[in-house]
């Protein structure tokens, strides 16, 4: 039996934050499902904050996305028909699918997921892609001690959230930075954070930084770079480690900004700053995926 479809495209490339007129609702007929095909239904899509670069038509870890064509990302999918031996209708899978209700894919890079540890959804956060993401960057490149002072950007986020709860479990002293009151609470009365600054609100975030951070700053963990982190930095300590994670405040500028020179404080500091990108840890997976379940 054919299905047809709905999919999501990007119908142009957005210059600074894009509208809704970047994109377009389309209906197709999907083909019939050939030998080692597998037809999904999607139950949920991940929207993440690396997919406007993938909007961009620049060279990056991930190639563009192609006018015309669905947005690709994470997915949650159940299995309706199958044609492949590894999977069985009704399994749920996820795996880097397109921005549609059916799909037609193969086994390559499809991963069963084990409803019964978790909800499906919680594969797309803190065991999927954005908690492997604070798991690797916060414990191999910060490389916490208990009694540092951790700050996070991007706090309440899939990352910042998973970041600040590991610091916690490490005995660290944390803080997190976001962009409503309503955030902060939560972290603060749900998540343990124990300051937590609302950059939005705050008259000067390089004081309120130093004010909540008396001893200065350990391990910077970096979701959003700009403004935010040229503060942080300001209150950086003696061998501090920041993570560079994402420079979201960056990702919609068309033109890019300038700001103070860093460098010297990382010099005199004795600073280690480290980017990294989640794949660089793909060998290590089943590690995190464990320690996080
Ligand atoms: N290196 C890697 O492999 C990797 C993997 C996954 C994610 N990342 C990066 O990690 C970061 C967080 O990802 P996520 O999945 O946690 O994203 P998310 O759940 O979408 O959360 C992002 C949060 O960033 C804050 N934000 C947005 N624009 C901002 C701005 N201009 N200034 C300050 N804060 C801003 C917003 O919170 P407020 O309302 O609090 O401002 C937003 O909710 C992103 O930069 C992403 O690109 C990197």
Same mark, same amino acid.
């Given at each position: ?146 009694? $540092?002072? %951790? @700050? ?5 986020? !899939?990352?910042?959230?998973?970041? /600040? +709860? &590991? #610091? ?61 982190? $040229?503060? %942080? @930095? ?5 061998? !501090?480690?920041?993570?560079?994670? /994402? +420079? &979201? #405040? ?44």
């Amino acid at each position: 039996m054919k299905h047809s479809t709905k999919q999501i495209v990007l119908s142009s490339r957005p210059k600074g934050i894009p509208v809704l007129g970047n994109f377009e609702i389309k209906n197709i007929e999907l083909p019939e499902l050939k030998d080692n095909e597998i037809l999904l239904e999607t139950m949920f899509l991940s929207v993440d904050p690396y997919m406007r670069g993938r909007m961009n038509d620049a060279k990056s870890y991930a190639p563009p996305y192609e006018i015309g064509k669905p947005i690709m990302g994470g997915v949650i999918a159940k299995v309706i028909k199958s044609n492949a031996a590894k999977f069985k209708e009704n399994e749920i899978v996820t795996g880097n699918l397109p921005w549609q209700q059916y799909s037609i894919t193969t086994e390559a890079g499809l991963l069963k997921i084990d409803t019964s540890l978790a909800p499906p959804s919680y594969f797309l956060g803190i065991l999927g892609m954005p908690g492997l993401t604070a798991y690797f960057g916060f414990l191999h490149i910060g490389k916490p001690k208990v009694g $540092d002072t %951790v @700050v996070v950007s991007g706090a309440a986020g !899939a990352v910042g959230m998973v970041v /600040g +709860q &590991i #610091a916690k479990l490490k005995g660290c002293r944390l803080v997190g930075i976001v962009g409503t009151d309503e955030k902060a609470n939560i972290l603060k009365e749900e998540f343990g954070f124990d300051e937590v600054i609302n950059y939005k609100t705050t008259a000067n975030i390089k004081k309120s930084i130093a004010e909540v951070c008396p001893n200065g700053v350990d391990i910077y963990f970096d979701n959003v770079g700009g403004e935010i982190s $040229d503060a %942080v @930095v300001s209150n950086i300590n003696f061998h !501090a480690r920041i993570v560079l994670c /994402g +420079q &979201i #405040a960056l990702y919609n500028n068309i033109d890019i900004p300038m700001g103070p020179r860093l460098q010297p404080m990382l010099l005199t500091r004795s600073v280690l700053m480290q980017g990294f990108i989640i794949s660089n840890y793909q060998t290590q997976f089943s590690e995190g995926y464990n320690q996080l379940s």
